[in-house]
């Protein structure tokens, strides 16, 4: 039984099914191989820390977030529409939650120092942002797609278009920092950060989807990525052996 | 009838549970996008308590300073209590988060306000401590683990400090400086013979 908070007072999350996290010692992603732990994790029970964290009032609707409006006008590249919910695994939507997003340019280059890729910035595109989901857990953005871009991590890498997220949840426990790929990406077999996880229902969440109902005719591609945060179990039970 | 329609009705009959979104890496380029909220000062002139200060270096397996990671923080007031309202405007009205980003030289500092013992309503007392998740490129999962504080007498019956071998107990304590008791310092060894604790949540 769970000494630390018996009988729980708030309901406790549900632990990770094997498979769908990522191993954080990963060889075929080379810079995990010095910053990556050995020593096996230790069980941390879900006390009242780990089961609080910032939570937000949710605006009634979406708030509309668009990437593309720079100061001298348009970012260039393929405007697209990302739209979607955060949800708990029960499906129950996670309102009130922060959400940041950034992401390269469409020539696959990054607003950062250490950005050297040879391809340019768009004095037009900054590529971050940040909204709160409305009471039904949506959010939907306008941006550009990302281009994709070389790294060192073996010959002739090249990353998948990627948007990365960045979500809080109801509590420390449902933090989640992730990355938001594009469907039918030739790249995405090849590339050991995506491959990482082992389950393939698991990668194949982290898979936009393209949305027709989204898609705005004479404008811009819909995609839908929805987000599902652990999700709390029915009745309090044994948290960790 | 699109595609779309067709797989959201495969996707309503067949699972009960969801399957979950997984982690990726930060990657190097965070900054871009976890800037607006880095808040290396948790102090507020309406939130009593001690002010104190944790400083540390993060290492990876060569002791090589870790130059592009983040932390982030989470705490109880002085009074053992969090913020555990939903807030009118993201991060401005609420205590106990943090987020620090590593310089060049691989070192955070943070100002806050020393946590009090953690007692809810049912559950053991819980010696002060800080919550912290690590990102950085090259971890495709956070790591999670606690900071504790060294001249705290109630370290001794922590449940969570108890639960870990005792010669691994010491990563997670911030070392009160002797000259200015208010300032700590923490370090994080990613790997190695002082590997931290890092936790399974």
């Known amino acids: 039984m769970n000494v630390f908070d018996s009988p729980p007072t708030r309901p406790l999350y549900r632990n990770f099914q094997d498979g769908v996290l990522p191993p954080n010692f990963c060889p075929s992603y080379v810079s995990s191989v010095k910053r990556s732990p ?35 006008g348009q970012a260039l590249g393929e405007r697209i529409l990302v739209s979607g919910r955060v949800l708990d695994e029960d499906g129950r939507a996670v309102a009130g939650t922060f959400v940041e997003i950034w992401q390269a340019n469409a020539a696959g280059r990054y607003l950062h120092a250490r950005d050297q890729h040879d391809a340019p910035l768009d004095p037009n595109f900054i590529g971050c942002a940040s909204l709160v989901t409305d009471t039904k857990g949506r959010f939907a953005f306008e941006t550009i797609r990302p281009g994709e871009y070389p790294w060192r991590n073996h010959y002739n890498a090249w990353r998948p278009a990627h948007i990365h997220f960045s979500v809080f949840g109801p509590a420390f426990a449902t933090r989640l920092i992730t990355q938001m790929y594009f469907p039918g990406d030739p790249l995405l077999p090849f590339d050991p950060i995506f491959n990482s996880v082992r389950s393939q229902t698991a990668r194949e969440r982290l898979i936009a989807l393209f949305d027709w109902e989204t898609t705005v005719p004479e404008y811009a591609l819909g995609y839908r990525f929805e987000i599902v945060l652990r999700g709390r179990q029915e009745t309090p039970m044994e948290n960790k052996p | 009838m699109t595609e779309q329609k067709n797989h959201e009705s495969l996707g309503e009959a067949v699972p009960q549970i969801l399957s979950v979104t997984t982690y990726q890496t930060v990657g190097p380029y965070f900054k871009i996008g976890l800037e607006a909220l880095y808040r290396d000062d948790l102090t507020k002139p309406d939130i009593p308590g001690q002010v104190i200060e944790i400083a540390g270096t993060v290492f990876d397996a060569d002791l090589t300073p870790v130059p592009d990671a983040v932390l982030e923080l989470w705490q109880a007031d002085s009074f053992g209590r969090y913020t555990d309202q939903p807030q009118k405007k993201p991060f401005e009205d609420s205590f106990g988060f943090g987020r620090v980003p590593t310089n060049e030289a691989g070192r955070f500092r943070v100002r806050t306000i020393k946590p009090g013992a953690v007692q809810a309503e049912t559950s053991a007392r819980q010696a002060p401590h800080i919550l912290v998740s690590i990102f950085m490129r090259g971890l495709l999962y956070r790591l999670i683990t606690r900071i504790y504080f060294s001249d705290e007498p109630g370290n001794a019956d922590d449940p969570v400090l108890r639960s870990i071998e005792p010669r691994r107990r010491d990563s997670l304590l911030a070392k009160a400086d002797p000259a200015q008791p208010h300032r700590y310092e923490w370090n994080v060894f990613l790997q190695g013979e002082n590997e931290t604790v890092f936790f399974d949540l």
């Open chain 1, 38 to 72: 050995r020593q096996p994790l230790v069980p941390l029970p879900q006390t009242v820390s780990e089961l609080t964290g910032p939570t937000f009032a949710p605006p009634e609707n979406i708030q509309p977030v668009d990437l593309t409006k720079g100061p001298h």
